[in-house]
């Protein structure tokens, strides 16, 4: 078992990291109240919330059971919960538990944060892709008018626990989606740490439960380490967008219908890496490495097949809101573990690059 601690200027709080704590009873002993609302999805329920509920036996519960998928983070979503807690009366010293991927920590994180101006909030994240990246930093918030997370605000959970049994359920796609992230922190943040998953990526794609303890532990440390510098993602941590502008694109040009966000960041990270070999800030040689490992995974490397045009996903990409002042900036490699952020690239390159990387 693995503990670290999330510091910012308003918060600190543990994330437990390991196997068995559901048996444990590690639960009981975080929530101090005994008023708790849960809120989870369809799929997840079905799979683990009788466990759930046993352990948490002695507790007042109330159950919210959303239904899945990222069509279903919105506005609506957030009501139903603050709806339950005006209706059974939920005050400052309740707590609201979420049990699952990315989708149900954002909206329960986000109606947490605006519910009594902020409660109790503990995490439960079922998904690769939550345990190394939503459920750790704080962000929360929903999809409004079919633009994702348009709401949302900065809020820190009181524990987040990361039971890494929860991930032998999860779909082969879903983990894998998972493992693009992970390798994302190699990539951007610890070039060490990109030899390592070079070494133990079939354990991962095996679901080793100690080598993914190890992986799962390093990104959410890289990943807090950056939050606690810059909470508020203004500077460092936005190394961690590396590849995301190309997949914000790539998921809002396919309708979020088609490709997983993961997927997304493999093919946006291979565009980037792309990039800087064209603009000679690194080696091919890195483009082929990040290539051969993604490739391994098994992750879906050609863009999508309703991508019928290159110019739909360049617009879409010159929207994304991390352009300033009418130039868009990226996160590009200059090292393997080492980001630099290049503004002011001229237009046509772009519009090269997703061609060329089209028609290879
Ligand atoms: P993400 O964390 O990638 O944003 P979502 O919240 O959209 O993920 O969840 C992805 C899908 O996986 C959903 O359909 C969800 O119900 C399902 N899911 C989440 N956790 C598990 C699990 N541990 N086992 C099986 N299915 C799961
Ligand atoms: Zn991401």
Same mark, same amino acid.
């Given at each position: 078992m693995h503990i670290i601690r999330s510091q910012t200027n308003n918060s600190s709080y543990p994330v437990y990291i390991g196997t068995d704590f559901i048996d444990s009873g590690l639960l009981q002993t975080l929530l101090p109240m005994p008023r708790i609302v849960l809120v989870t999805d369809q799929t997840v329920a079905d799979i683990y919330l009788q466990t759930i509920c046993e352990t948490l036996t002695g507790f007042s519960l109330n159950l919210i059971i959303l239904p899945p998928g =990222? #069509? @279903? %983070?919105n506005w609506e979503a957030v009501t139903k919960i603050i709806d339950v807690l005006v209706a059974f009366k939920h005050d400052r010293f309740s707590t609201l538990v979420s049990l699952g991927g990315g989708v149900i920590g954002d909206v329960t994180g986000f109606a947490a944060s605006i519910f009594m101006r902020g409660i109790n909030w503990l995490q439960l994240p079922t998904t690769l892709m939550a345990q190394v990246d939503?459920? +750790?930093?704080g962000k929360t918030g929903c999809n409004y008018f079919g633009i994702k997370n348009l709401i949302g605000t900065f809020y820190q959970p009181q524990n987040v626990v990361i039971e !890494?049994? $929860? *991930?032998?359920? *999860?779909p082969d796609r879903e983990y894998l989606s998972g493992l693009a992230e992970v390798v994302k922190y190699g990539m951007a943040c610890d070039g060490e740490f990109f030899i390592w998953l070079e070494k133990h990526i079939y354990d991962l794609i095996n679901r080793d439960p100690n080598i993914l303890e190890l992986a799962i532990h390093r990104c959410c440390q890289i990943k807090l380490e950056l939050v606690q510098q810059d909470e508020n993602d203004h500077?460092?941590?936005? #190394?961690? @967008? $590396?590849g995301h502008t190309f997949a914000h694109a790539l998921e809002s040009a396919t309708e $979020?219908?088609? !490709?997983?966000h993961g997927e997304a960041v493999a093919i946006g990270m291979l565009l980037a890496t792309r990039l800087a070999v064209k603009l000679g800030l690194v080696e091919r040689e890195l483009l082929i490495r990040l290539y051969n490992l993604l490739n391994c995974i098994g992750?879906? *490397?050609?863009?999508?097949? =309703? !991508?019928?045009? +290159?110019g739909a996903l360049y617009n879409f990409m010159m929207r994304d %809101?991390? %352009?300033?002042a009418a130039q868009l900036s990226l996160m590009l490699?200059?090292?393997?573990g080492k980001i630099k952020v290049i503004q002011g690239l001229d237009l046509k390159c772009l519009e090269d690059l997703i061609q060329d990387y089209a028609s290879t």
């Open positions: =990222e #069509v @279903n %983070k939503a459920a +750790v930093g !890494i049994a $929860f *991930l032998r359920t *999860l500077g460092q941590r936005r #190394v961690l @967008n $590396f $979020f219908a088609s !490709i997983l992750l879906p *490397l050609a863009l999508p097949s =309703e !991508i019928s045009s +290159v %809101k991390k %352009k300033q490699p200059c090292a393997l």
